[in-house]
């Protein structure tokens, strides 16, 4: 099986742009995470998709959002964007997103703002 | 969900086994402990979880304290590829609970050859 798989890699922006990266599950995963990382706060979980629903969501403005099509594929966006937006952006994917289930992560998009 | 605390970092000779310790006091009963790794330039990986008793896997064993306050991660020998960053983090079990991870700081692991 594939695993998670996000794109793009890697992406340079400025202030005030908006962003949207994509991640694609693993086949017959139905539920999709986000997580930021930053050297400062480390990995934070910005929320979960379910089933095309935003079931689960973090302590984030805004300005950050997202959504989970049909097929699990599942995008976020960034909008005015701020230096301190500079991050990686991981996707994971399980199978019902159960806190049994096991997460398993892509490779990540890393962001730069300048 | 309850918090755990790990030291900031380790060090380890290759080929030598590693004990990664977790505590984690304020467990509840329905806790499960999981512990993931961050190689460098990656993704987060599953390594291993439990409940309650001694769990083996391909990747490493999970020791867990009968009274549930402490568990530690053993690599039986370690190698280069192990150099990571290492979150032993706790997930409710119980069936309402949603999936996401709550990630600490975890513990910088390096490996001298």
């Known amino acids: 099986k594939a695993g998670v798989t996000q794109t793009p890699r890697y992406l340079i922006k400025t202030r005030g742009q908006q962003v949207t990266l994509s991640c694609s599950p693993i086949s017959g995963h139905r539920s999709v995470s986000w997580y930021q990382q930053t050297p400062g706060q480390g990995l934070q979980f910005l929320f979960e998709y379910f089933s095309e629903t935003q079931r689960n969501k973090g302590n984030f403005p805004g300005r950050f959002s997202g959504r989970q099509f049909s097929n699990s594929r599942s995008e976020m966006n960034v909008s005015t964007l701020e230096l301190g937006d500079s991050a990686l952006y991981l996707c994971a994917s399980s199978l019902n997103g159960r806190s049994t289930d096991t997460q398993y992560f892509g490779p990540g998009t890393r962001l730069t703002v300048l | 969900d309850a918090k755990t605390t790990q030291p900031n970092s380790m060090e380890s000779n290759e080929e030598e086994p590693v004990h990664l310790p977790c505590n984690h006091s304020?467990?509840?009963?329905?806790?499960?402990i999981h512990w993931y790794r961050q190689l460098p330039s990656q993704g987060p990986e599953y390594v291993i979880h439990?409940?309650?008793s001694n769990v083996n896997n391909r990747m490493a064993s999970l020791a867990i304290a009968e009274d549930r306050k402490s568990s530690t991660l053993i690599l039986h020998r370690a190698t280069l590829r192990d150099a990571a960053v290492y979150y032993c983090?706790?997930?409710?079990?119980?069936?309402?609970?949603?999936?996401?991870?709550?990630f600490g700081k975890g513990t910088k692991l390096s490996v001298k050859p």
């Open positions: 983090i706790l997930r409710d079990g119980m069936e309402r609970s949603q999936g996401n991870l709550i």
């Open positions: 304020t467990i509840s009963g329905t806790d499960y």
């Open positions: 439990g409940l309650t």
